[in-house]
């Protein structure tokens, strides 16, 4: 399937989502832009045959963030004719991409191929897991061109990170490499150009091999963990635990346990 700015191609449980404007290094430019990302995130949720998802690039970038002509030019999800329409613009363009990314109850893999700049960094920050091509290039690069993260990255970034390295990624605006990505935390593993869709697939089949209603569940439960007390965590983890209880899939699991055997999952 191809939209505007992504295709998506299945493999079984998985979706493969590619970043298909290589001419633009895969900035995101303009409102068709973030609507496909949006209308695609929110067909594949409700999808409950996909279990995992894996993002990445084509060409030589993942992303390289916000398009800067389209910026110089007063035009598309950027900045407008004055600050409250350049205001309502981030929210209906950007910020509604990093919002369905966050939103997104399925497991999310990062296949970072090249450069990842700016928003491209921060995409790949809303995703569980990244990994990254050994040729990727990293900076969380706004104030290079006077502008602040306007995509939530000031959130993102030092979820991942911590608060200084984040401080320092974002006042410095400093680029940094696949390796020293993975020093600081940022991606998981490095591996060899060729490798990286085959090796974010073999994570990815890792994922969907399990419950798809708990794979969810688990899923939005990090996420609530990053802000919530443990106390509501509890309470929410119990409301949960007592859903997928409840599911064909969770006898599955626990029959083919005992009988020591490979489960079946439907999804029910």
Request: charged residues 25%; proline residues 4%; glycine residues 8%.
């Amino acid at each position: 399937m191809m939209g505007e700015f992504l295709s998506v191609e299945r493999r079984g449980k998985i979706a493969i989502l590619t970043m298909i404007k290589p001419e633009s290094m895969n900035a995101i430019g303009t409102h068709a832009d973030c609507d496909d990302i949006v209308n695609t995130l929110r067909t594949l949720g409700e999808d409950r045959s996909v279990s995992a998802i894996i993002l990445t690039g084509s060409g030589k970038a993942f992303s390289a963030g916000g398009n800067l002509k389209s910026m110089q030019d007063r035009e598309g999800i950027g900045v407008l004719d004055q600050p409250d329409s350049t205001r309502a613009n981030y929210r209906r363009g950007v910020q509604a991409v990093i919002r369905a990314l966050m939103d997104c109850e399925i497991p999310m893999i990062a296949a970072v191929n090249g450069h990842a700049v700016g928003l491209g960094c921060d995409l790949a920050c809303t995703c569980d897991i990244r990994i990254a091509a050994e040729s990727a290039k990293f900076a969380c690069s706004f104030i290079k061109v006077g502008i602040v993260p306007g995509d939530g990255g000031a959130w993102l970034l030092q979820r991942v990170l911590g608060y200084p390295r984040a401080a320092e990624l974002f006042l410095t605006g400093d680029r940094f490499d696949a390796q020293t990505a993975k020093d600081y935390g940022l991606v998981t593993e490095v591996v060899p150009d060729a490798e990286l869709l085959d090796r974010a697939v073999t994570i990815a089949e890792r994922i969907v091999c399990n419950p798809p209603r708990a794979l969810r569940l688990t899923k939005r439960l990090l996420r609530e963990a990053q802000h919530s007390r443990m106390s509501d965590i509890l309470e929410l983890s119990a409301a949960y635990q007592a859903i997928v209880h409840e599911t064909a899939d969770n006898r599955e699991a626990i029959n083919a346990f005992v009988e020591k055997r490979p489960p079946v999952f439907t999804g029910e």
